[in-house]
Each structure stands twice: as C-alpha cells, then as structure tokens.
C-alpha cells in the first residue's frame, strides 16, 4: 500500500470513528444516567459511581461535539488526537466503575449482575464502533476487563467470594474471541475501504481522462473552425481586392481627366480624396483578411507620426461620436513616429472607438465620453482607449478576442473586428489587449516607438 493511500485509508478510518462516536455517545449518555439512579442504592460508593457519571456525561457531550466537526471537514491532527483523548477518558471511568460497584457487592447480587451485562454489553459493541483505530479499540478492552479481572482474582484469592474464578476463565475466552474477531473484522474494514479508494481512485481517472477528450475535441473543433474561416476569409479578400482596386483606378482616372480640363474644384478633390481613404481602409480590412487566412505575412510599413495616423482615425469618427452625442478626450499626441502601415493602425484605433461608441448606447447622454490615453515608457507606446459605459465582465473579457465572438444584436456586429485588429498589431510587433487596471472599460494598443521628436 503506497503512501497516499494508507493516508487517504487513516482519513477514511478516523471518518468511521467520528460516525460511531456520534451515535454510540447517546447510548452511553443513556447509560450514564441509569446507572446515576441505579447505583445510588450502593451505600458507600454511590456518590463516587454518580460523580463519575456525570463526568461520562459531560466526556459524551464534548465526544459529539468533536465527531461532528471531524465529519463537518475539521480533521485536524489535534481534533483526532482530543477525540482519541475523550474515549480514553470515557472507557476509562467505566472501568472504575465496574470495579468499584464489583468491588462493593463482593461480585454478587443484583447490582453484579447489571454491572456484568453493562461491561459485557460494552465489550461487545465495541467492535462495532472502535475497531477502526487499534489502539483505541485494545485500550477500551484493558481498562473494562483487566481492573475487573484483577478483582475476581483478589476476591477468590483472598476467599471472599470463591465463584469468581469461573468469571476470570470467562473474560480470558471473551478476550481470546475479541482478539480473533477484530483481526477478521478488521481485515473486512480495510478491504472494503481500499475498493472504495480504488473505485474512487478509478472515477477520478476516468474524469480526468473524460476532460481532456473534451478539451482535445474542443481543440480540434477551434482548429477546424480556424481553418475553414482562413480558406472563407481567403476567398473574400480576392473578391473584395478587386473591387476596389477598380474603384481605386477610377477615382484616379476620374482625378487625372477633371486636370486636364482643369475642372478639378477644391470640393471634387476633397469627395474623391475621401473616396480614395475609404478604399484604403478596404485594403486595410483586406489585408488583414489576407493575415487570417495565412495568405500575407507582413505589409510593408513605414514610419510614420502619431499623430497623423490619430487625426485620420478622428476624422472617420468624428461625425459618428457627434451624432451620438458622445465627449471624445484626448491627452496632447507626443511627438513621436511608429513604424507600421498607417491605415491598418487607424482601422485598429477606428474599431476601438466604434465598439466603445456602441458600448455607451446605454449610458445617459450627459455621461458618454471616449478618452484616448497615451504613454510612452522607454521604445514601447501606449494608446489607452477608455470609455464610461458599463465594465466587461469577466467571462466575457476571456472570449472578446475570439473570431466571430460579439455581444452585439443581430447584424449589427461580425465579432471580427477585435481579432482581426489584434492580429494586425502582433504583425507590428505589438499587442493588443483588454485592459483591467483601468476603473472603466479600457482597450489598450501597445506599438513600438520607432522615433521620438526630443530624440
């Protein structure tokens, strides 16, 4: 038997004892109180044998109270060892009182014969009920019988009462049975025990091993899902990247033949400089299309200002935030320049903005505000979206980064627009994450600064 079974056996077998004792105690209360009125007729060991019962009484009491917090989940090496204490001390203080009342009858009459079926009563429930321990079950044994023992033989010795000898070739046989009966008994105990360890033992496997078929199958599910959304998301960025370059070619041929004729007014360049931005925040959505589906593994960059990249976010944004009636906060943009693909980092800072716009539908008017935070600590750069509307909870912050995951209504989101993002800033050597050191709801874009202006 290895260690961590013999340890969970021991538990198991001082949970047994608790049990017997709980219940075994009310019955030696019982007793105790006969025995209080019955013995008063013993003239001059009755007070003595009524003290002592009252002591049991209090020892049973005090008995109950430790077995219940054993089998509550206390069994702490101190409870046991008071529990083991209190049997002592119980078994103990009928055996005096056996010997005393033996004593004073000269092992006769009819205050012998109830002494005699009580002693013999409690030899025999004891295997029921202490057996679990050894050493409590052979203590309990020594002190009933041996002082009373010991008495029949001073009594037939000393000629007081010459029957007793046939007692002691009694108790001797009861002890030889006990002796035989607890091996046996004893064996049973720990054999049933040890199947139950084994069959817990086994359950335990087998929900360990039923855990890990559902993470596995769970695993290959994500990895499917994964791959069929790389092959669709493949697919669309053909299908879109064509589009848009037509639309891109005709803006500029557009542009190239208002030159010519010179008709090209201030008001037709801004619409077509427009139309061209928007098909470049396509080529953004696109190519981070491309990244998902392992078709691109990087775009080119190059370095380009903060604040370039956060006026161009503001100014797709701007009309939504005013239209909602939103406050957008901004700390002074530092001077600094990150090198990235400009627009596939407005279109991060965009979905940001626009998630926290949708998140503030449900806050009062007066309390919608946007706060963009930025903090630069040695070559890394920190931009901080905050907004006042109601904290993620945590379950839902574990899973906001997941494909096709959103707590939106129906079409109003595709739950791409964190994944993709995120994906586009590890592809600048960046991250993007929530975060909950904040008081209110906080995206943060982490990038690496590639020059500072007071460098």
Same mark, same amino acid.
């Given at each position: 038997m ?12 001082w ?9 075994s105690?009310?019955?030696?209360? *019982?007793?105790? $109180?006969?025995?209080? &009125? /019955?013995?008063? @007729?013993?003239?001059?060991?009755? %007070?003595f =044998? ?9 020892f ?28 002592y ?14 004593f004073?009858s ?8 109830v002494?005699m079926?009580?002693?013999m ?8 009920? *202490?057996?679990? $321990?050894?050493?409590? &079950? /052979?203590?309990? @044994?020594?002190?009933?019988l041996? %002082?009373? =023992? ?5 009594q ?8 007793t ?14 002796s035989r ?5 004893r ?23 039923q ?5 596995q199958?769970?695993?290959?599910i ?20 064509n ?13 190239r ?5 010179n ?10 400089q ?5 098909v ?11 990244f ?6 990087s ?5 380009t ?12 944004s ?19 320049e ?5 627009f ?5 800072l965009?979905?940001l ?11 009062e ?11 630069i ?7 901080h ?11 839902i912050?574990?899973?906001l980064?997941?494909p ?9 989101g ?5 994944s993709?993002?995120?994906g ?7 991250e ?5 050191a ?7 874009l ?10």
């Open positions: 290895d260690r961590i079974k013999s340890d969970s056996l021991q538990h198991i077998l949970e047994e004892v608790a049990s017997k004792a709980l219940k105690s009310i019955g030696f209360i *019982l007793i105790a $109180i006969i025995c209080f &009125f /019955f013995y008063a @007729q013993l003239e001059k060991s009755g %007070p =044998i009524q003290a002592l019962t009252l002591i049991i009484i209090a049973n009491i005090l008995r109950m109270k430790i077995a219940k917090d054993i089998l509550g989940g206390q069994s702490t090496p101190k409870l046991k060892q008071t529990l083991k204490l209190v049997i001390a119980n078994s103990l203080c009928w055996g005096i009182i056996f010997f005393v009342a033996s004073e000269k092992s006769e009459g009819l205050v012998f014969m002494t079926t009580i002693l009563f409690f030899i025999a429930a004891s295997l029921a009920t *202490l057996a679990y $321990i050894k050493s409590i &079950f /052979f203590f309990h @044994q020594v002190v009933i041996l %002082p009373t =023992i010991s008495l029949f033989l001073y037939d010795y000393a000629g007081i009462n010459t029957k000898s046939i007692f002691v070739v009694l108790y001797i046989l009861v002890i030889l049975y006990q009966q607890y091996t046996t008994y064996s049973e105990i720990e054999q049933r025990l040890l199947n139950q360890l084994r069959l817990t033992s086994s359950n335990e496997e087998l929900r360990r091993s855990n890990l078929l559902i993470n199958t769970q695993k290959l994500e990895t499917s899902k994964q791959s069929a959304l790389g092959e669709m998301a493949g697919g669309l960025a053909h299908e879109i990247n589009s848009t370059m037509v639309i891109l070619g005709s803006a500029q041929q557009i542009e033949d208002l030159r010519i004729v008709a090209l007014t201030p008001k037709n360049e801004k619409r077509i427009n139309i061209v931005d928007a470049e925040r396509m080529k953004t959505v696109i190519d981070g299309l491309k998902f589906s392992g078709e691109m593994e775009v080119d960059r190059t370095p200002s903060l604040k370039s990249i956060l006026e161009r976010t503001l100014h797709y701007q009309e939504m935030l005013r239209a909602h009636e939103v406050k957008l906060l901004m700390d002074k943009i530092p001077d600094v990150v090198d990235s693909h400009p596939q980092i407005t279109h991060i965009f979905n903005i626009k998630n926290a716009d949708d998140a503030l539908s449900a806050v008017k007066k309390d919608r505000w946007i706060k963009i935070e930025t903090v600590y040695n070559n890394r750069l920190s931009i979206v905050i907004n006042s509307g109601p904290k993620i909870p945590k379950d912050q574990l899973k980064f997941q096709f995951f959103t707590t939106k209504e129906v079409n109003r595709s739950g791409l627009s964190l993709s993002s995120k586009i800033a590890i592809d600048h050597g960046g993007l994450f929530f975060n909950d904040f008081s209110h709801t906080c995206f943060t982490e990038l690496i600064v590639y020059k500072r202006g007071d460098s």
